[in-house]
């Protein structure tokens, strides 16, 4: 076999040009390199699809003043979510007996056209929509206007994973928006929805349900939760994640919310990792 | 079309359908959702191979299965999946040293198995293969085959950075055997078949047990439960066989040994099935 001339290579790169990648020992020997953070300022702020796009001008117009009000202070990627055409149209391809990866296509066209309407809104701010395919440029943008806006899904299309159970596709826009955070090693995760985070059950159908401020991730995943505020490939995700160590959810129809989690305040809610950094996922594969 | 809930909030503006005001995330919801899948593309056999265990070995390895698979064209619907072999474990070994995360990783070694795959359509070119990057597969697939006689595509799925952090160190978890799997299962392929350098799976490492057990063929659940230290496929492939709806099994053959891919696709027991 042809191999790479390993003369230039450390040991982990001999390793790696000649041994298998799903021996446990080569991967764990991968821990000890150090961790590069490409954007630490950014932030990533997710726009929630049905909570907010959906609900038209009066919930959307008051949250693109608050991103503008912020936009020289913090710089910020904005990613959206899909919403109800996007139930729509999996209600459909289900019925038609689509696979999961042509539902991830098909809702990834809703969060592309929530996005496309948000750049439209913030669009005399110069800030620039862009695609997977556009993301080196990304820095520019930011360091030029302070923002860029994204859509939410994993660029994933016909290659999502099947879910456990159902035909859902389960790495949708919470997800996308977690993974640009991680890889950029960024500020904050924020993600922007109807309710002022976490509830003990859900406040749109349970009036009893307690907000909850602060929870760590064990601790969710443990309750096992009927339902969740976010989506649980969210979860496990935080569990492997070497950079985001806690996300927060604010209610993007009460105006200052998004702006004091952007300045480091508590507001919301804030799922946190309570494991050691650099401790090895137990639970998560 | 602003109308505001009895809480005074504004209400969103909701398209009917059976998923309406849910939550995507609850588990009731989504158990809900179970239901048949159709195959897109029934008579395909998605073809992987392997970068280290075939490309890298150049022409003597990688001629004779390109022949092989041009012999079978008259009767096999074929895509071939390409994997990067050593070049992207080299950028492994530069990108991690420099510290970068599993989805820059990612990123960067997708375009190794970009070339492997290039190379391949070159190759096959002159028996009517084409060439699709990702979203040519999203949108031209089908169309491609009807009017190609075949396609190859990059096996390294386009997570790019948006790959998973893995569960221990940093190397990206969808390689190259998921990918083509991947492609497979979405288009509910006849076949998936991972041509490497081995025979198939051994109960052991058969250099160090010569009398070892060779599997012919083993449910997913049970090989994972076996925990042998390495496979000759990637661990998320089996995870996802698992949760397999169309694609079911997986043969891993040895690409060496001429015939072994003629009697894959006829459906003989050749190397090892994994099945769902």
Redesign the interface.
Known sequence: ????DNSM??E???R??GE?????T??????D????V?LPWVNVVKIGG??IM??????VMPLIDEIVDNLSRHKMILGTGA???A??I???A?????????LT?LGTAVAWQNAQMLQYLLAKHGIAFLE?EG?PSLPHYLMERGAVICQGM???????????????PPQ?TDT?CF??A??F?ARKMIYVK?EDGLYTA?PKKDPAAQHIARVSVQELLARDQ???????AVLD?M?????IREIQFVNG?KPGQLSAALAGEPVGTVIFNAAPKGA??ST?? | MNSRSVDGRPEAQHVVSRLMRESLVDKQVIAGTEAPVRAILPRLNVIHIGGMSIMDRGSSALMPLLDEIIVNQDRHTQVVGVGPGVRGRHIFAVGLDLGLPTGALATLAAKSSAQNAYIVACLLADSGFVYLEAPFIVQLLPAMLAAARGAVFNGIPPYDLWEHPPAIGKIPPHGSDTGSYLVGEVFGARSVILVKDVDGIYAADPKTNPDVEFITEISVAELIARELPTLPIEPVALELLARAKLARSIRIINGLVPGNLTRALDGEAVGTLIYR
């Open positions: 076999m042809q191999s790479a290579l450390t982990l790169g001999k790696l040009v298998s990648l799903s021996d446990a080569l991967q764990r020997a991968t821990e390199t150090p961790d590069f490409i049905q909570s959906d609900r038209g001008r009066s919930a919403g109800t055409r139930r729509h999996y209600s459909l289900i019925d038609l007996g689509m696979p999961v990866g042509v296509v997977p993301f994993p660029p994933y299309k016909l290659w999502q994973e099947n879910p456990e159970i159902g035909r859902i949708r996308g993974l640009i991680e890889v090693g109807d859900d009927n339902d969740l505020v976010v989506e649980r995700l569990l492997t994640a070497r950079h129809l090895v996922a998560a594969r």
